[in-house]
């Protein structure tokens, strides 16, 4: 049994209350098991002194794309189909079992040094065996999915996929890999997009994700030429034709979500449908800007994601955060989107996307110990006499703030150096997939 006691810290839970007080936190195995001042416990196998640091829920990131952050500066000052036409569908087509391994391990390095904890991934069409091998070995909570792409005449050929094939490799991943590690990681289907899906395929993962009560994870209303491309081959746009299939549930998380008309809105906030915010990448793609501040107005499941290391650049919640809140006082007024609020949508927000609010989100006796201990003692971080805690992390903290990261109960980062991920290997190896790739890969220019 493993016993971490972090005794003197500033605590922000992200409870009900939303309480901020300074004492300590007893963690037993993977569970929060008691937070109080002055615990006394005998038999702790780790203490952690964080006097003078902030401890926060960790992180929950709920749109990624592991499998392209060894792409990282390949895709940029591109709008989204030439993005992924061009570059990004190429490289993903170039893939061999070992690059997909290693740009998993590049990105979840930065992400757990980055205080994130959990990730909503959706990987490629291939070899996406070798990203849960990556997400098993660095200790992260994850749902994962390989892509699923059964139509479109631009996507190169070995990801052009047969229906039938898709289906069963993700219902084959699903069977081995959901609730691994006592639920720690766990599956999501991933279609990527109505435009390269099939009604058929679309259909079938509606009942599937029911059969095995698990989440989907899709693109929608990114980009006006998406959309067009959706209404000429359906007669109606993304959210009403994914309702009209039955997609539209709980159990959905759409990324994006920009152009939306009130019809679909209407239908994302009726059918309970989880919104995954991804400013940094909306504006790199120059995708435009989500109404956040309606969303928020009106009760919509919301929460934050970087998206992929090609269409941002980093994979950095300190980033989105400060994005989401920034982006929309000119358009809305200074208050539309406070601290408090986006803070809130990299926590607790992105704990209820995944249906997991009563385990992780927030720093609560019982919950997972999923936490992130933050140093704020510097210049660009302080005075922080007077000033709302939530605050400082939302508009002034960085990831470079983060000292240790503790994921189901285990020290995965601490003081900065990662326990489960060999940095020196990783960055070497992402280095030599990105040369292998573009090699094979047929960039157009």
Request: hydrophobic share 40%; aromatic share 6%; glycine share 6%.
């Amino acid at each position: 049994m493993m016993e971490i006691l972090i005794k003197n810290a500033e605590i922000v839970t992200m409870n009900k209350k939303e309480e901020i007080f300074y004492g300590d936190i007893h963690i037993v195995d993977n569970i929060i098991y008691n937070i109080g001042t002055n615990l006394e416990v005998p038999t702790v196998g780790k203490v952690i002194n964080a006097k003078g640091k902030t401890v926060i829920p960790g992180f929950v990131q709920t749109h990624i794309h592991l499998c392209q952050t060894v792409f990282r500066g390949q895709g940029d000052d591109l709008e989204l189909m030439d993005w992924l036409k061009k570059r990004i569908w190429p490289l993903e087509a170039s893939h061999d079992e070992e690059s997909i391994y290693y740009s998993a391990l590049l990105g979840l390095g930065e992400l757990i040094q980055s205080g994130t904890t959990t990730i909503v991934d959706m990987e490629t069409v291939n070899h996406t065996e070798f990203a849960f091998k990556a997400l098993a070995e660095s200790g992260i909570r994850a749902l994962s999915g390989k892509v699923m792409m059964d139509k479109g005449d631009e996507v190169p050929i070995p990801l052009q996929e047969e229906t039938e094939k898709s289906i069963q490799q993700s219902v084959d991943l699903l069977e081995k890999w959901h609730n691994y590690d006592s639920g720690r990681i766990k599956y999501a289907f991933s279609p990527r997009f109505v435009v390269s899906c099939t009604e058929e395929l679309l259909r079938e993962v509606r009942s599937l994700s029911e059969y095995y009560n698990v989440m989907v994870h899709t693109h929608a209303s990114e980009n006006l030429g998406e959309i067009e491309i959706v209404q000429k081959d359906t007669g109606m746009r993304n959210i009403v034709y994914l309702d009209h299939l039955g997609l539209a549930n709980p159990r959905l998380i759409l990324a994006h979500c920009i152009w939306l008309d009130d019809e679909e809105k209407r239908i994302i906030r009726d059918r309970g449908v989880h919104v995954s915010h991804c400013p940094g990448s909306n504006l790199k793609l120059a995708s435009g800007i989500a109404e956040t501040p309606y969303m928020v107005q009106e009760n919509i499941s919301l929460s934050l994601g970087a998206d992929g290391a090609p269409c941002n650049n980093n994979l950095d919640m300190f980033n989105e955060m400060r994005l989401a809140a920034l982006i929309q006082k000119p358009i809305h007024g200074p208050t539309s989107m406070n601290a408090r609020t986006v803070f809130r949508m990299a926590t607790i927000g992105g704990a209820k996307a995944v249906g997991m609010e009563n385990e992780i989100g927030s720093i609560e006796i019982g919950k997972k110990a999923d936490l992130a201990i933050l140093n704020l003692n510097n210049f660009h971080t302080y005075p922080s006499s007077e000033v709302d805690p939530i605050s400082r992390i939302v508009y002034s903290a960085t990831r470079a703030d983060v000292e240790t990261t503790i994921i189901n109960g285990e020290i995965v980062m601490e003081k900065g150096i990662l326990h489960t991920i060999n940095k020196r290997i990783v960055l070497e190896e992402a280095n030599n997939s990105i040369k292998r790739l573009l090699k094979r890969a047929t960039i157009i220019k």
